[in-house]
């Protein structure tokens, strides 16, 4: 049965927000002539994580709201961070989540000719200088939040010996550090940022790109800013942490306006931040560099190439960001409203199969030793269309652990001695015994069952019993690796308050365990998700897993089972 997650579109209902009142009024006043072309601008130096997917999902899904367009550039002025790498990922992540740039890739690196020229012309109309000054020494001048900034000795520089500067400097003759480029704007403004920032600096390093043909590259500021308006981008949607350097971004448009073909609008909106997890790129690179996770894609991480290896799926993703909503204040999201659109998505599209994941044998006595028959499950309860499947029967079946009891509790109705349940699609069964080891470990039950009241038959309605388990004939049963994922961290703030993050890891995070599955789930196609009866939302692993040699990982639990990790209710 193909897995229908990935094709199944978003249903959640487009809710308002401060960003479409933006354009819509736009549109109303003809400010843009109805247009609206957005950019999702990555730096190649790392992979995309969950946060990131929310501004995939904005930028793009505004785009598509409006029929517009969006525009993958990617911002690679930083050649000692970037790679190809990167690059290759992060497209793969845009496109899995669903979206398509058309024609709209393109990268910073494409108008560092462009770049220059206009920064050429800021020296030339005063509005830039070279200053030779160390980094120390220009971090020292830039004031504090309570402080004005003091002028550097070179900011009066004449504008001839700034762009002879400069020029040597593209011709490499100078050394890293030796010079920078600096707006001219106002040591004493209130705005840290606008204190004369530096807009070139000086890196003698290859890029991947453009190659050697470049030794001074382009700051973000400066850039993106250019970028976006070279691009005719209407609105430049960013987060929060940018709503400081839009004096900036307006400014070096608007000393290029006769230069450039339009100045966008930046419009920032609250940044993700999800509980039980860590999205700090360099605490990432920390848990992946001290083999703390396996890998970038590593199922408990919250980068793409996690969740998507964990078993989220495109639209899951999708609908979580339009749920959450966009806003202008911070504010934590609980990782359970992720795993809820999971559940959602899953329950709809995931077709239902069995697995015993801590196997306890349970003997039928009274069936015969050599019989063997079909019992027949729903491939979905909801979905009759879907059909069912053949499940074989025999004497000997797994049950899990779980659902035996030697000495029941008040409330259990599963197995226990004396007591009566149905096997799931097949019989009534009794427990009349039980085997033990040398050590008192339970090895198997014996149980009979009644041949009268095998599923789907008249006898199967003439008695109830109000426990219902699952089974597998041990027969027919075959083998499978099993990964039990669970959050990362105990702590639902672990990087808050100054606290060592790495101290909350959560050691129960991954178990791997040896399981027992139905006959048809070997043969599970790489990320194919499943719901395994009782037992949750699995998929099977998109890198490890292959038909005859399984491996699933539980994407998320049927129900919140968070409680008996942290041992609280949630």
Known sequence: M????????????????????????????????????TRFPPEPNGYLHIGHAKSICLNFGIAQEYQG???????????????????????????????????????????????????????????????????????????????????????????????????RMKAGEFHDGAHVLRARIDMASPNINMRDPVIYRIRH????????????????????????????ITHSLCTLEFEDHRPLYDWVLDQLQDKVPCH?????????????????????????????????????????????????????????????????????????????????????????????????????????????????????????DWGKRSVPFSKTLYIEQEDFMEEPVKGFFRLAPGAEVRLRYAYLVKCVGIDKNSQGEIEALHCTYDPDTKSGTAGASSRKVKGNIHWLSARHAQSAEVRLYDRLFGDP??????????????????????????????????????????NGYFVADRIDSSPGKPVFNRAVTLRDSWGKITGKAK
Request: net charge negative; hydrophobic share 30%; with cysteine.
């Open 2 to 37: 193909k897995d229908k997650s990935a094709e199944n579109k978003s249903t959640e209902p487009v809710v308002s927000n401060f960003i479409r009142s933006i354009i819509n009024e736009d549109n109303r006043t003809g400010k843009w002539q109805g247009r609206v072309e």
């Open 69 to 167: 367009v969006c525009h993958l550039r990617f911002d690679d002025t930083n050649p000692e961070k970037e790679a190809q790498e990167y690059v290759d990922a992060i497209c793969d992540n845009v496109k899995w989540l669903g979206f398509d740039w058309g024609t709209h890739l393109h990268y910073s690196s494409d108008y560092f000719d462009q770049l220059y020229a206009f920064a050429e012309y800021l020296i030339s109309q005063g509005k830039a200088y070279i200053d030779s000054q160390s980094a120390d020494a220009i971090r020292e001048q830039r004031g504090t939040l309570k402080s004005p900034g003091q002028n550097s000795p070179y900011r009066d520089r004449p504008v001839d010996e700034s762009l002879d500067l400069f020029r």
């Open 205 to 232: 390093v290859h890029h991947q790109r453009t190659g050697d043909q470049w030794c001074i590259y382009p700051m973000y500021d400066y850039t993106h800013c250019i970028s976006d308006a070279l691009e005719k």
């Open 264 to 384: 966008p609008q930046q419009i920032e909106f609250a940044r993700l931040n999800l509980t039980y997890t860590v999205m700090s790129k360099r605490k990432l690179i920390e848990l992946v560099e001290s083999k703390l996770v396996d890998g970038w894609d590593d199922p408990r991480l919250s980068t793409l190439a996690g969740v998507r290896r964990r078993g989220y799926t495109p639209r899951s993703i999708r609908l979580f960001a339009e749920r959450i909503g966009v806003s202008k204040a911070d504010s934590w999201i609980d990782m359970g409203i992720l795993e809820d659109c999971l559940r959602e998505d899953l329950n709809e599209a995931a077709p239902r199969r069995i697995a015993v994941l801590k196997p306890l044998k349970l003997i039928i006595d009274n069936y015969p030793e050599d019989q063997e028959e079909d019992c027949f499950a729903p491939n979905h309860p909801q979905q009759p």
């Open 493 to 534: 703030y672990p990087d808050s308050g100054g606290k060592d993050y790495k101290q909350s890891l959560n050691p129960d995070s991954k178990t791997v365990i040896r399981a027992f599955v139905e006959p048809a789930l070997c043969e599970a196609e790489a990320e194919q998700h499943f719901q395994f009866e009782r």
